[in-house]
């Protein structure tokens, strides 16, 4: 049974588009979410992450959104560019154990020029 | 890739063989982990370790073994291969503060290993 659950598995949008990735969870435990990036070939890096006190976190044209009653949040890519073309995954981890991370299935990004 | 390094990068081996990953870090971070990369999947904990000796199962352990006798080396071993663990291993560390109220908690991967298992 998945931890975190990420939708949609692939999204294409037009250079200049807004992609939105949404992430689901059910534990409460679960207090800190960071996005990890995957271009192909290479392993996943972290792009932005959020804790659970502050709804929303902004770092250039990335943005999470999160909604604590919900268990959801989600990531929006700003005026997004063809090198944001890549694999996204969501993830997450606890107060009991901050050094066990559950990822999503992650989400293809194609950004069509 | 942040001073970690996995080998080898690509294997095909046939099922019932043993096949062993290796891990190697140069920057003595505590905690290490084994994940697999599956499509629809995403990435799943197969082990992880937390100091010398010291591992424990993560969500996909069974057919996978671990070992770490050195702070630098994290070793993936499967028994007896089967074509269900044909897959992209990837190692990781946690490069963060440990401070739990920081936040800074920050996973660091490898390249990956590619394992096909006929």
């Known amino acids: 049974q998945q931890q975190v659950k990420q939708s949609p598995q692939s999204l294409i949008v037009q250079k200049g588009g807004i992609p939105i990735i949404n992430c689901a969870y059910e534990?409460?435990?679960?207090?800190?979410f960071p996005w990890y990036q995957q271009f192909p070939g290479k392993g996943p890096a972290l792009l932005i992450a959020?804790?659970?006190?502050?709804s929303e976190k902004k770092e250039g044209r990335f943005t999470i959104s999160f909604n604590k009653s919900a268990k959801q949040f989600s990531l929006h890519i700003m005026d997004s560019q063809p090198g944001d073309s890549a694999t996204y995954f969501c993830?997450?981890?606890?107060?009991?154990?901050?050094?066990?991370?559950?990822f999503g299935s992650g989400t293809k990004l194609n950004v069509k020029p | 890739d942040a001073g970690i390094t996995q080998s080898p990068r690509h294997k095909v081996t046939e099922t019932g063989t043993p096949v062993t990953l290796r891990c190697h870090q140069t920057?003595?971070?505590?905690?290490m982990y084994w994940y697999r990369q599956d499509p629809g999947h995403g990435l799943r904990l197969i082990h992880y370790?937390?100091?010398?000796?010291?591992?424990d199962k993560g969500e996909v352990s069974d057919g996978y073994s671990v070992s770490r006798s050195k702070t630098e080396d994290f070793l993936l071993t499967l028994e007896s291969a089967t074509s269900s663990q044909t897959s992209v291993y990837f190692c990781?560390?946690?490069?963060?503060?440990?401070?739990?109220?920081?936040?800074?908690?920050?996973?660091?991967f490898g390249a990956g290993s590619r394992l096909t298992v006929l």
């Open positions: 990781a560390i946690s490069t963060g503060t440990g401070d739990f109220l920081s936040g800074a908690n920050v996973l660091t």
């Open positions: 534990n409460t435990a679960f207090d800190y």
């Open positions: 959020i804790r659970p006190d502050v």
């Open positions: 993830a997450a981890s606890g107060r009991n154990n901050f050094n066990k991370f559950y």
């Open positions: 920057e003595n971070h505590r905690y």
């Open positions: 370790s937390y100091g010398v000796k010291d591992t």
